[in-house]
């Protein structure tokens, strides 16, 4: 009997009409079962397109147990297609197990490309894509959030993220302290009907959003690569600004120490002595 064949399918980030022709083929004639991250969500699409097969839920809480059972189907022959709630299958989305277990037991896997919000921001940004990274989503953590944008702010190319609506106006108050003036692109709700792409620094996206109360939508952000090391006359100066806008002095040493360059005990020296200088002056 031949081993069945486990195909990974990108479905529509929103409009149904964004999926290929080859993967309606794949999905109505050539698998037995489709997994999926919510069956009923997956149902909506087949319904849509008038295909009628079993379907099975795969997700973060249950690849572990629901594995076993796939590769059960490949190795009795029947052909499983590996579909997303939106985009491609992997993608900050469950898939890497089945995956993963389905090479090493020596089945095929069958890529069926199609719809990726990476992809679809990245096109229409205006940064360059001759080279570019992608980092899922930030984290939801303040601590662990500014810890991964202060590494991102040396990269030498554009970065794409994903980010949840209920953080993104401090995501984006923790970039404009980071990465200052650089320029963002802000797409939400990419194919859907509410489609919009914002363009500018983090804090003009912000004030943006702000005016409008609760964000909704989910949201991909394009992070313009890093220029050369940002010219700071005076970062003592430059602390005392960003301590201004409510950044502890720490932070503030730390973030002027990346955007200048300079070694953070020397920013820090350069702070006490404006501080002693400050007080100095008030003395006399």
Request: net charge neutral; hydrophobic share 40%; charged share 30%.
């Amino acid at each position: 009997m031949l081993a069945g064949t486990l195909y990974v399918i990108a479905t529509p980030i929103g409009n149904l009409e964004d999926i290929t022709l080859r993967a309606l083929r794949i999905l109505r004639d050539e698998v037995s079962l489709i997994a999926c991250e919510d069956t009923r969500h997956t149902q909506k699409l087949l319904e849509h397109y008038s295909i009628r097969k079993p379907v099975v839920s795969y997700h973060e809480h249950n690849e572990n147990n629901r594995t076993p059972e796939l590769l059960r189907a490949l190795g009795a022959g029947e052909s499983v297609a590996l579909v997303s709630d939106s985009g491609t299958p992997l993608i900050s989305d469950p898939g890497y197990r089945i995956v993963t277990a389905a090479l090493k037991e020596g089945f095929k896997v069958v890529p069926v490309p199609g719809s990726s919000a990476v992809l679809a921001a990245l096109v229409v940004s205006g940064f360059p894509t001759d080279e570019f990274w992608f980092a899922g989503f930030v984290p939801s953590k303040s601590a662990a959030r500014r810890k991964r944008l202060e590494r991102w702010a040396d990269l030498p190319v554009t970065a794409v993220v994903y980010e949840s609506p209920h953080r993104i106006l401090d995501t984006l108050s923790e970039m404009e302290q980071i990465f200052g003036d650089r320029r963002i692109l802000l797409a939400r709700e990419l194919t859907k009907i509410h489609e919009e792409f914002l363009h500018g620094s983090a804090n003009e996206i912000r004030d943006q959003l702000a005016k409008r109360g609760a964000v909704k939508g989910e949201i991909t952000l394009v992070i313009g690569k890093a220029e050369a090391e940002k010219k700071i006359e005076d970062p003592s100066a430059e602390v005392a600004r960003l301590e201004a806008e409510g950044l502890d002095r720490m932070e503030a040493i730390k973030t002027v120490a990346k955007q200048t360059g300079l070694p953070k005990r020397e920013v820090y020296r350069l702070v006490q002595a404006l501080d002693h200088n400050r007080t100095t002056k008030h003395r006399n």
